[in-house]
């Protein structure tokens, strides 16, 4: 039964994703063009459990990169897909990827860490809904910093009426967001 609903959740996870990236890229770059081909989405796992993940965009314009890493599934409730960090306009974002879709006016409260070293936050919810985006300053600030000297990342997420609590193994990341970084570079 345990293994059937890991199947399930990483099935969700790897469906949520093939539906958020490209949905980010075609809100992010609406009436793009370059006339480049479309292509099959390029993905790779790196060390640790990340995932590097490109996705051509079938209207033109940037591709969407990311890396991504499942939540706990042992350790976390299932509403927590895992963890996605992603280029974006003005460099990278981080994004708490769920299985629960948030109303897009939704701000909710983040917590990460554990208690005595948290790091609280007021998130955005982005299409489709599924997706929690930290602050782009903040989020950056801890992916290069802090979050380096983690092995897990402890995520609460509240908003209000459901709280969404889980873990998310962060080996490998500096190597991962490294990875990223340069893709985001090239593009």
């Known amino acids: 039964m345990a293994v059937l609903r890991h199947i399930t959740t990483i099935f969700v996870v790897i469906l949520i994703f093939a ?3 490209p949905c980010a ?15 099959p989405s390029a993905n790779s796992e790196l060390a640790g459990g990340w995932h590097y993940v490109r996705t051509h965009n079938p209207r033109g314009g940037a591709d969407a990169i990311s890396i991504m890493h499942t939540a706990d599934t042992s350790r976390s409730d299932l509403d927590l897909a895992g963890l996605m960090i992603r280029c974006s306009e003005s460099g990278t974002e981080v994004v708490i990827v769920l299985i629960r879709a948030f109303p ?3 701000r909710p409260h983040v917590v990460l860490g554990k208690p005595g070293s948290e790091t609280q936050l007021e998130a955005t919810v982005g299409a489709p809904g599924t997706a929690v985006l930290l602050p782009a300053d903040t989020a950056t600030a801890l ?7 983690l092995s897990e990342l402890t995520i609460r997420i509240d908003d209000g009426q459901t709280t969404i609590r889980g873990v998310v193994v962060l080996a490998g990341l500096q190597a991962a967001f490294n990875h990223l970084v340069a893709s985001c570079r090239v593009q």
Not at 25 to 33: C, I, K
Not at 143 to 149: H, I, K
């Open 19 to 21: 539906i958020a990236v």
């Open 143 to 149: 992916v290069t910093g802090s979050w380096q000297t």
């Open 25 to 39: 890229v075609n809100a992010a770059n609406p009436g793009t063009g370059s006339g480049r081909e479309t292509a």
């Open 104 to 106: 897009l006016r939704a």
